[in-house]
């Protein structure tokens, strides 16, 4: 069965520092990767996604994102990071042949920005 | 203006009591999902329906309880068998194959025995 590892439960990264959050799924199969925010108290807001084409994806608030198919990672950047993208982030993968649709989330990491 | 909505955000349960979260779209997607959130467990799915009347247990349905009666509604019944509910429960839908099978969530539910 699928699953997903994010090694990280906390990043701590100071104000302006790139960060990087990174995401292992387990099986090679064709795969639909996407990343997700949560801010406290909220649902989860969609950042990037990877569907097929180019192995760099580009999402909202300046993150970005690389498949790599060999060593079935998704990892999460930022070059610069700001006070408010603390927030906890997921990774989640849905099976591209599967009939069930089913998407299956790491356990998150939690970045915080200090000033 | 188009969403996930749910509602209460907020829900108190006394023990023996079932309780139902509601969940609406208005985005006309065909399958939805409930996921239950707890700290350091991330999101664990609890119930998805594809179609209409039509709904699959996930991987923590114990205790649970859903109906897909109509395409926009996804009400989820925590029952008195559920032991441990206190959660943050999530609400989604997803986007038609042919648009990249992307889920999009409400804002969230908060319940807490007492």
């Known amino acids: 069965a699928q699953s997903v590892t994010q090694l990280d439960s906390q990043v701590p990264v100071f104000e302006e520092a790139p960060v990087e959050l990174r995401c292992n799924y387990s099986?090679?199969?064709?795969?639909?990767l996407f990343w997700y925010v949560q801010y406290p108290n909220q649902g989860l807001q969609l950042l990037l996604k990877?569907?097929?084409?180019?192995?760099l994806v580009k999402g909202i608030n300046g993150f970005e994102a690389e498949f790599n198919k060999s060593q079935t990672s998704f990892h999460l950047r930022k070059p610069s990071v700001h006070i408010s993208d603390t927030a906890e982030y997921f990774c989640a993968v849905s099976d591209r042949d599967s009939g069930t649709y089913k998407y299956i989330f790491g356990t998150g990491t939690r970045l915080k920005v200090l000033a | 203006d188009g969403g996930i909505t749910q509602s209460p955000k907020y829900l108190f349960r006394k023990e023996g009591q079932n309780v139902t979260l509601s969940c609406e779209q208005n985005?006309?997607?065909?399958?939805m999902y409930w996921y239950r959130q707890d700290p350091g467990q991330g999101l664990r799915l609890i119930y998805y329906?594809?179609?209409?009347?039509?709904?699959q247990k996930g991987d923590i349905a114990e205790g649970y309880s859903v109906s897909r009666e109509k395409k926009e509604s996804f009400p989820l019944t925590v029952t008195s068998a559920q032991k441990n509910p206190t959660a943050f429960y999530l609400c989604a839908s997803r986007v038609t194959a042919s648009s990249g099978n992307t889920i999009y969530f409400g804002e969230g539910s908060w319940l807490t025995v007492v």
């Open positions: 990877y569907l097929s084409g180019s192995t």
């Open positions: 099986s090679s199969v064709s795969v639909y």
């Open positions: 329906s594809q179609i209409v009347n039509d709904f």
């Open positions: 985005l006309n997607h065909d399958a």
